[in-house]
């Protein structure tokens, strides 16, 4: 793979012979195939709430535990089943959508800028500025994973804030150590220096000089926090940390589903599934971004 | 190393010092201070009150702390209201059953995971590395409190080879440990595969093979020796990974370890309990950080000798 970046070749590709055009097609639509199943998650999550009909509340007794594809009592087919309260559980796969990608956006948002912004900081600047925030950064890392989130969600009152707050504490910090490398390195680049000399101002030099090559690296970092944001708010919901118990997660649907797993394995397999396979998806995007952007750097 | 040694352990202490005043600081800015959760919300103001005093919690927040903090040192975070005994011994109690959770889990990912990572990176590209490289991105992605669900559908209820949920003997440790084991053998193989692809691309890999060198020794005598070093540096930084994982598996199979502990005290507001084991994770995930880099140096002269950072 090294060798096809560095040797170029200096004659044009020759026509590829139709088997390998073929390959090179099938190859192709199986590698975009990701970003379209993470784009159909984006589509359900932002309009397929005006389109299914779903209430937490609602839900017909006469219809509990269906197995997928029933039919309900109102005539309607249930997809994916119904739970132990007669709730549609596409619906709440629909929902469940949502809320993961509602916030995964907002942990990242909020951890990509406050990570860049320390980390460009202090990587630049260096010294008792960088001192400092790799102290704080050294005593985050020590909370094992989800530890901390699992506190500050479990103690303080269920919210939405709460929640994006608990799962930001820890989240900035592969952002602020991504920054800090780059703007460590790229503050000794030539470039910089003559900035330097020049007397350009340390905030515009950040600016214009330093950021615009650390955007293309943390766009491909926030794919892959998008991911691990996601199956970390499933995991607080799981536990019965999480949302206030009227909004929809997956993780509070497999947590539900646990007690019926001899009866109606559905109701945890299902948003399993949906789960896994948002961040399956999201995973790939996320390793070809990194690769994409780590050839050029 | 040893002056290195020495810095580290100093770090160490910091961080530690760290974790233990953010502890502190999380929870007194929680609503509701431990005299009012303990007495419900039926109490009368006087019992609050006199609750408070009894515990301290009207004192200066900087006495509280500074109490709190020589409290730790020897190792007493007060009384846990629910067990009516100190944390400390609560929490000791079911460490032992987290650490053989967390180091089963830890001797079959590093097993699993070094053998797959061994099988990908020595042929980058082949048909074993990209189905291995598909294996390991789905088991990294899937959440370990749903793949164990899925193994007590499997396993303990349609199979009926194995018990669900608890702890003690060998048979209930299985599926806890199989699902730590599964996102953290993913990453062992992930590290381990490109670790593996780089090393026999050196020439030295070239020389061993082209002297008639048997493939197996190549491997096992030139290319695994180094490729164990980025291995060891980067699985110990997930060392953090697996003890949060362990929480959570710990709760799916109610495993009576800190983890499940935790979850619990923090649901029911038992901040004595809540402290303690943030605390004791937070050393066991530093102390394996710098046994981590001692057994770096030891594989590795060049760190010994403070060539490489």
Known sequence: MTTMGLVQNPAPPAPLAPARARR??????????PIVVFGLYVVAAII???????????????????????????????????????RDLFGQVVYGARTSVFIGTLVVLISALV????????????????LVASRVIDVLLAFPGILLAIVIAGVFDRSLAIVVIALSVTNWIGFARLSRSMAMSLR??????????????????????????IAGPTFALATTEFAGAILAEASLSFLGLGLPSASVSWGQTIAAGKEY?????????????????????????????TRYFGRRR | ??????????????????????????????????ATVQLGPDATAADVSAL???????????VQYLDYLGSALTGDFGESYRFRDSATTVILDRFPATVLLAGTATVVALTIGLLLGILAGRAPGKLADRAISGITLVMQAI????????????????????????????????????????????????????????????????????????????????????????????????????????????????????GSLLVGAVGNRDYAIVQGTTVLLAIVVVTMNLLADVLNARLDPRIRAGVAS
């Not at chain 1, 090179?24 to 195939?33: D, E, Q, S, W, Y």
């Not at chain 1, 990570?115 to 960088?130: I, K, M, S």
């Not at chain 2, 048997?214 to 540096?233: Q, Y």
């Open chain 1, 188 to 213: 000794e680049r030539d470039w910089v220096k003559s900035a330097t000399v020049m007397g350009v101002r340390r905030r515009r030099i950040i600016a214009r000089h330093i950021l615009p090559f």
């Open chain 2, 143 to 258: 959440p370990s409190f749903w793949s164990g669900i899925m193994l007590i559908l499997l396993m303990a209820l349609t199979l009926r080879l194995l018990p669900s949920a608890g702890s003690g003997d060998l048979q209930h440790l299985v599926l806890p440990a199989v699902t730590l084991a599964i996102p953290f053998t993913a990453l062992v193989a992930r590290i381990t595969r490109s670790s593996v692809a780089e090393v026999t691309a050196e020439p030295y890999i070239m020389t061993a093979r082209s002297k008639g060198l048997p493939e197996r020794l190549v491997l096992s005598r030139h290319a695994l020796r180094n490729s164990v070093i980025p291995v060891v540096a980067i699985v110990s930084l997930h060392i953090g990974t697996l003890m949060g994982g362990a929480v959570i598996v710990e709760q799916v199979f109610a495993w009576e370890g800190v």
């Open chain 2, 52 to 62: 408070r005093e009894e515990l301290g919690l009207n004192r200066p927040m900087l």
């Open chain 1, 115 to 130: 990570g860049l912004a320390v980390g460009t900081v202090a990587g630049y600047r260096g010294g008792t500025t960088d």
């Open chain 1, 48 to 86: 397929g709430p005006l389109f299914i009909d779903y209430s937490p509340v609602g839900g017909e007794l006469d219809d509990r535990l269906l197995p997928p594809g029933s039919v309900l009592s109102d005539g309607g087919t249930a997809l994916f089943g119904t739970d132990a309260l007669g």
């Open chain 1, 24 to 33: 090179t097609r099938v190859r192709r639509v199986v590698a975009a195939l």
């Open chain 2, 1 to 34: 190393m040893l002056p290195q040694l020495i810095r580290r352990l100093g770090l160490m202490i910091f961080t530690v010092w760290g974790a233990v005043s953010l502890t502190f600081v999380i929870l007194r800015l929680a609503p509701g201070d431990q």
């Open chain 1, 261 to 289: 797993l001899a009866s109606a394995w559905w109701i945890s397999a299902i948003p399993g599934i949906a789960l896994a396979l948002l961040v399956i998806c999201v995973g790939f995007t996320g390793d070809r971004l």
